[in-house]
Every structure is written in C-alpha cells, then in structure tokens.
C-alpha cells in the first residue's frame, strides 16, 4: 500500500490517534452513562418528594379542618367564665406574694420629719402598682425632701406631687403619687392590689 502525504511534516503514527480518538470517545461515553444515572436517580427522588409534600399537605388540611371543629365545639361562655376565674386566682396568688410590711416600713424609713402620712390609697394602672400617698408637711421643703427620700430609696418611681394646697395653719397638704416595686424588683402586678 502506497501512502502519500503531501504536508509540509508528515505525521506517519496513526495509532497515536486512534487511541486518542478511543479514549476521547470512552470518557464521553462515561459521562454520558454518569449523567443518565444521575439523571435517573434525581427523577426518582423528585418523584419521592413530591409524594412527600402531597402527603403533607393532606395531612394540614385535615389538621387544620379538626382545629376549626374544635373551635366551633368550645363553649364560649364557659371559656371566658374560665378565663376570669383564672385571673382571679392569680389575683389572690399577687396578693398573698405582695408585701405590705415591706411597703410601710420603706415609707417610714423615708419619711422625714416635717412630714406625716395621712392615708395611702393603692390602686391597679395599667399593669402597674400605683400608690397615692395624702401627707401633710410643714412648708414646701419637707414635701421636697419626702419626694427626694422616696426616689433615693429605690423602691419607688415616677414619684411626684399632683395636688398641693396650704391650709390655714400654714402647713400644706398634697397627695405624692408613686409607682412602686415589689421585693423582687419588678413592678407589683395590678392584679394585686386591694384597697
């Protein structure tokens, strides 16, 4: 057999590329059967999910639909006759909790001289313990200096005078309002209070 070969560098090993050419062919041929593989599985596990996710949300509907059942089924004057039973169990829990000794025994520590103390009037606002404190001082000052010793105690906030007059006699009575801690160092639940 005659070959010719008319390039300027004649490439005589056929072989070199033929094997070439194979191998090529092999490793395509290799991720053509990886890619159809995985292609395949994928399709499964898609096919998995998806019977996965109906199942799902079968399964919410019908929750859902026994939710809304149960919530047609509730009575509700008994549950709102509950629910204030509850809040007064809990009231009378805040008040066996809330101490009035320690209450006293701060506003006598801070009570100054010039100052008497003539009623203490509790009372609930907004989830708060306010107290309005009626006192009777002798001149401006001591009124000042109650308000000062109740901030500085640290049971007490939001302290301030609301009404002032002077009397006749030339003392001056006000009623000093106050928020007040408990003993744990939050603010005494409303539900607590009782006059």
Do not use: C, K
């Amino acid at each position: 057999m005659l070959r010719g070969n008319l390039s300027s560098r004649p490439f005589y090993n056929d072989r070199l590329v033929t094997v070439a050419i194979a191998l090529a062919a092999v490793v395509v041929a290799a991720a053509t059967v990886f890619t159809v593989s995985r292609l395949y599985s994928l399709s499964a596990e898609r096919s998995t999910v998806r019977t996965q996710i109906e199942a799902e949300v079968r399964e919410a509907t019908r929750i859902r639909s026994e939710a809304a059942a149960l919530q047609q089924r509730i009575d509700r004057e008994t549950l709102t006759r509950l629910t204030a039973s509850t809040h007064e169990a809990n009231a009378l829990i805040d008040q066996r909790t809330f101490s009035w000794t320690r209450l006293l025994a701060q506003l006598e520590e801070t009570l100054p001289p010039g100052v008497r103390l003539t009623s203490i009037a509790p009372r609930p606002d907004r989830g708060e313990f306010r107290i309005a404190m009626a006192v009777v001082a002798r001149d401006l000052d001591d009124l000042d200096a109650f308000v000062e010793a109740l901030i500085a105690a640290g049971g007490f906030y939001d302290v301030a005078p609301v009404e002032q007059r002077a009397d006749a006699g030339g003392t001056y009575q006000a009623v000093v309002q106050a928020s007040y801690l408990s003993s744990r160092g939050q603010a005494t639940p409303a539900a607590a209070v009782r006059p």
